[in-house]
């Protein structure tokens, strides 16, 4: 058991010291004979202790095998022999093959490794024959400098994790942490080394059982300390070969060192398990805050507590996470080799230069990154760097240049690969996926380049003119953003044509705890990662609203639009009809970014921001694009956690809306903006839909049914104390018989002054659309036109028509105020041929006499060649001239400059406002809004009058 | 709690737990039984298939609950007092499975089961391993590791 358990260790530990050879060992063929002489004693004791605890194990075939590597190794040291890269090329053999047989070592002893060892002893004769006569060397390319950053490099000298062996076997640090670790080393192998009845060996044992009951070991760690320091001493002289070389390194190594920190090594699934643990403590702190922030009992003692624990958590928290952190430079590490051995394979120059290998991330995301890190590095090399003859063609230098870069930014992880190869070319890549029908033609002709250059993420698309056994896996480039999609990040992908390519990778830091904003949508809370996060909006339907562009929902926000989804509609949880109105009328936004996707979430609330621990979901659902997970707030229920990208996906938007800035639009400017109309859509019955302008809405109302009484036949709402004159649809208008649940809606406006409801028996949206309204279709008295929204013919009411036909009284009182009209003369500019019809229908009906123009020009024409026009009523958004170019025309000459104007609007916003009246209009009115338009008129032709009379 | 066979506790008897879903009368073996709770409280999971009932919080795990009355074909019932979580423990794997009422526990011979009788319709053949006639009663016995797997399956073809 005891000799099985060493075995496992000494795997583990092989396994550790074999990583770093790898680099080790490029970085001493880059430097050649200037090597860095702590770098090849770093190697040279890695591969010492593993030949000594391999010879101590009975492990003949690595001892044998590490011996010879050693050896040379042995010589570099002593400067007997130079690093050129045939040899390197042969030690990294050596090492490629220690670690074969490593991994499995219950059948090393069977391995032949004779040739391999053969080979590695020539290398020795070069000392004593000088420069050996070689044919070709075997590898091609020059030396690939592998450039660490300094931090990096200091890593690289001190072992990067101070396990060795010998500070394991004591579990005693405070002791040992003040001697000179690599002699320890030293003494480690010798005493693995030295026989099997060798005292030591007891001890060794002695202590490996003692580690479990420590208090027992005490005495033990330091007969072993004791031990060991003699046996540094005894080694040291035993060491007659190169002793003083050696000490002299070692001495060079140990100043240079800080003391290096104590360590020991602790299973993962400790640190699992601690990392839960703490997951659960966050959990119980986050319930344990809410409770005490709702009591009534709340003191300032147990605030402080509170206060306390709190601080307490998030340390702990933060000190687990800390201790699953790994530099990145643990991936990075192999991929020099890759390179290296790429290159020579296929006859290109490639040089790998490395930043950041320092960047620390979560274990579980270093070991995630790796595969498709692998398979970019390759693609680089393999599809990206061209030839040399094609390089130097092209004006490039023959070496061609990967550069592998990681970095935080913004609590994220940025790692970038950059090569200045031949670059993608779009259209290359849309004829490909046309051709093998990944896109169809027209798709393609209607891409973006950058939308091209994702091509190569799609399933089914492979770039490489012929299958190469390189890049050819049969792992796609689909596959590696699947797969980094998976640990909550992302690629994007820039290429410029022949000058070469970037590729970037996001990543979170850590996948275990997820700082996310907790929001709500039909009754269900969701989770968001804050990292998707980029701001929080509520649209206000002025400089942020949500509007409607030919089909789609978008949010306006700065001048941008950015496409609006609804998580409802994605989530597809249905929810009860008796919606809360709040909900309904939600402009609560959140707006996402997903690599290069930006889009806005529409959610019901935004409730809280909350550090969440990522709870994985069960096979069932662990397919699930939309979510990325769930997890357990503070009450305890369970909530899902949104995958941004799956979101994204699920919504079509994926990649498309990567145009933020194309989509970019002056507000003073909106083509046709005044097409959009922010309606209400109410059903009366199956059949019978209706839409109200917004704009002349005060507010919506839900009501239960039995708050409606009758009054003398007519429906009223109680109503804060008063009563509400409520008017139905059905009073007027043919419908069929209403639908009407528990609950109604009422929707309240004002004619002259006074608040009239309607009854809206189901209120199904309210939202922006872009509607043509055929004005001519109906000829009820109420309905200002008719129009198709969602494929279903929606009636827009004329809500002061409505009034007219069923309250006339209301309107009587109005036309005896008014004052006589002598057929005044008004012109109507306006573009949207409905607009313009039901004002000149509404002014007609008042007895003006109306001139019309479709835009601002044709309204100064009309003024010029109409002599005695009383006023001017303008839309503001026109073509050609629109109504705050032609106030100024109007102004500006004198024949005009007093003419009263009212600009129309449905986007009355305080910016638009205020430039209308520095232009010169006098009023804005609402379209809709008949009963205020009309006595506007009246009353601006009546002062105008009065004023010229007077003068 | 069966009298034809004195030899309960016999390691050769089938020890199991059964309980009503509809109109049906379902076991499954107690080992695979970890606990019966009353968390009935389900938090819905968008997007997924409908034999999937939603997630529940046990006791700081996110487990799966299946709707058997979907997995099985039978008439959802309306929740009662009596509706129980059966938290199934397979192999590690924990699923829960929403059931109209927990019956009895019952040791039989594994003679006593017989094999699924074949008017049963393809989709809940899968999960049933056999029925037991007890009494008046047929008592269907549950493949376990078939339900662990149901809703993978279910979620495939949705």
Known sequence: ???????????????????????????????????????????????????????????????????????????????????????????????????????????????????????????LEEETKGKPA??????????????????????????????????????????????????????????????????????????RSGIEVADDCITTVDQTVHSVGEEIQQEQAHESDHADDHRKATAKAASKRTTPEASIRVGVRVLDRLMNLAGELVLSRNQLLR????????????????????????????????????????????????????????????????????????????EAIADPLTHLIRNSADHGIEKPEVRRAAGKPDEGLVNLRASHQAGKVVIEIIDDGAGMDAATLRRKAVEKGVITAEQADSMSNRESLCLIFAPGFSTAEKITDVSGRGVGMDVVRTNIEKLGGSVEIDSVFRKGTTIRITLPLTLAIVPSMIVASAGHRYALPQTNIVE????????????????????????NLIPLVRLRNILGVHESTDAELAEVHTDQVVVIESGATRFALAVDQVLDSEEIVVKPLGRHLNHLSLLAGATILGDGRVAMILDAAGVASQASLASESDEADENTVNDTNAEAAEDYHRLVLLSHSANDRFAVSMDVVSRIERVRADQIDAVGGRRVLQYRGGTLPLIGIEESLQVGPAEIGSRQFIIVFQVF????????????????????????????????????????????????????????????????????????????????GFFRSFLIRTLREEGYEIFEAEDGEYGWEALQSNPGIDMVVTDVEMPRLDGFGLTERIRADERFKKLPVIALTSLADDASIARGHSVGVNEYQVKMNKPALLGSISRLIGTSKSKSNNS | MDNNHPHQHAPSMLQLVTFGVGDCLLGVEIEHVQEINRQLELTPVPGAPNSIRGVINLRGDVVTVLDLHCLLGLTTPDRSRTSRNLILNIGGERVGVLVDHVSDILAISPDAISRRPPNLSQVDRRYVRGVHLRDEAVVVILDSHALATAATDASQVA
């Open chain 1, 1 to 123: 058991m005891d000799e099985e358990q060493l075995v496992i260790e000494f795997v583990d530990e092989a396994r550790e010291h074999l990583a770093d050879i790898e680099a080790q060992l490029l970085q001493i063929e880059a430097l050649g004979a200037d090597f860095d002489d702590d770098l090849v004693n770093t190697v040279f004791r890695a591969i010492h202790s593993i030949k000594g605890a391999a010879g101590f194990l009975g492990l003949q075939t690595i001892n044998r095998l590490s011996h010879s590597l050693e050896n040379v190794l042995g010589k570099f040291r002593e400067h007997k022999i130079i690093p050129d890269p045939y040899n390197i090329d042969v030690l990294l053999k050596g090492a490629d093959r220690l670690r074969s047989l490593n991994e499995n070592v219950g059948e090393s002893n069977d391995e032949d490794v004779k040739e391999l060892v053969v080979r590695i002893d020539a290398i």
């Open chain 1, 134 to 207: 070689r044919n070709t060397p075997s590898v091609l390319t020059g030396p690939i400098a592998a450039k660490p950053t300094k931090a990096s490099e200091k890593k690289g000298k001190a072992p990067r994790k101070p396990r060795t062996p010998a500070t394991r076997k004591s579990k005693a640090p405070a002791p040992l942490s003040t001697d000179d670790p690599s002699g320890l080393d030293e003494a480690e192998a010798a005493l693995a080394c030295s026989a099997h009845n060798d005292p030591l060996t007891d001890f060794d044992t002695e202590n």
């Open chain 1, 291 to 366: 409770t005490i922030g709702n009591s009534r009992t709340r003191t300032a003692a147990l605030d402080s507590i509170a206060a306390g624990l709190d601080q307490v958590t998030t340390e702990l928290q933060e000190t687990i996470m800390q201790t699953r952190m790994q530099p990145i430079g643990n991936v990075f590490g192999k991929f020099p080799r890759v390179i290296r051995d790429l290159s020579s394979q296929l006859g290109k120059q490639v040089r790998l230069e490395m930043e950041g290998n320092e960047v620390e991330v979560d274990k579980t995301i270093v």
């Open chain 1, 536 to 559: 929080l909006v509520r649209a206000d339907g002025q400089e942020k609203r949500i509007e409607w562009v030919s089909g789609a929902e978008v949010l306006r926000l700065r001048g």
């Open chain 1, 753 to 832: 002054g006074r608040e009239i409801g309607l009854i809206a028996p189901q209120l199904e949206d309210i939202r922006h659309c872009r509607v043509d309204i055929d004005g001519d279709a109906c000829n009820e008295r109420g309905v200002a036109g008719v129009t198709v929204v969602d494929g279903r013919t929606t009636r827009l009411l004329d809500l002061y028509g409505l009034c007219e036909v069923l309250r006339p009284e209301w309107f009587e009182e109005f036309k005896k105020k008014r004052p006589v009209v002598d057929r005044n003369k008004v012109l109507v500019c306006e573009d949207s």
